[in-house]
């Protein structure tokens, strides 16, 4: 499962970057649901994260500790690797006092997501510098939000329409944190094990012609 923190890194991506695009909802959209009486804060955006999926990959190095500085011996030892993929929806909520303000909106947050110029309907961003696993990093990492619907729908609560919300799709990466086996751990090893002073009566070969002790 993803963990909450980059859910939550993750739809604030969005809702920063869906601010810049639709003036109107500058500082109204969250990453938290309403209440439906709260209707003096409206309008609003609400984005929610939904069911998410895990899809493993090969290991790859993607940030080290000294990549935190100018060229300086920070280096600790860390690595954050990126390990596959999370993929799930997101539900984007429209609240709004009237319906003709609604529709507005509605047609303001699609009208941004369709028109980025490389792929529409595809929003590629990076997140603000993660922790991960609480170790503080600088890494900022690649998200992707795919629109998948063009139809609004509508929620109810005792005849009164609520909100209308959208599904879009999101990815993003699964990180790790591990620990980096440095040239001078290497050295250390390899040091180690040329002084070992197993006496030589004491090692055999094995069938596949192996050295080992006996």
């Known amino acids: ?81 990126n390990v596959g993929a999370f993929t799930g929806v997101f539900e984007i909520r429209v609240y709004a006092k009237s319906v003709s303000e609604r529709e507005r909106l509605e047609d303001a947050v699609l009208h941004a997501l369709m028109a980025e110029e490389m792929r529409p309907g595809v929003v590629s961003l990076t997140t603000p510098a993660l922790t991960v696993n609480e170790y503080v990093t600088l890494y900022q990492a690649p998200v992707a939000y795919m629109l998948d619907e063009v139809e609004w729908r509508e929620e109810y609560a005792f005849e009164n329409r609520r909100f209308s919300f959208i599904d879009i799709d999101v990815e993003f990466p699964a990180l790790v944190v591990r620990n980096a086996y440095r040239i001078d751990d290497l050295h250390l090893a390899i040091n180690q094990d040329l002084e070992s002073d197993v006496p030589l009566d004491e090692i055999v070969i094995d069938e596949d012609g192996d050295t080992e002790p006996a």
């Open 1 to 81: 499962m993803a963990t909450s923190n980059l859910k939550r890194i993750t739809a604030q991506t969005l809702a920063t970057w869906l601010g810049g695009k639709v003036p109107a909802l500058a500082g109204k959209i969250h990453t938290v649901a309403p209440e439906p009486t709260e209707k003096a804060n409206f309008p609003c955006v609400v984005i929610l994260s939904r069911e998410m999926n895990y899809e493993p990959m090969q290991a790859d190095e993607v940030w080290w500790s000294e990549e935190a500085g100018d060229g300086g011996d920070i280096d600790d030892g860390k690595l954050i690797l």
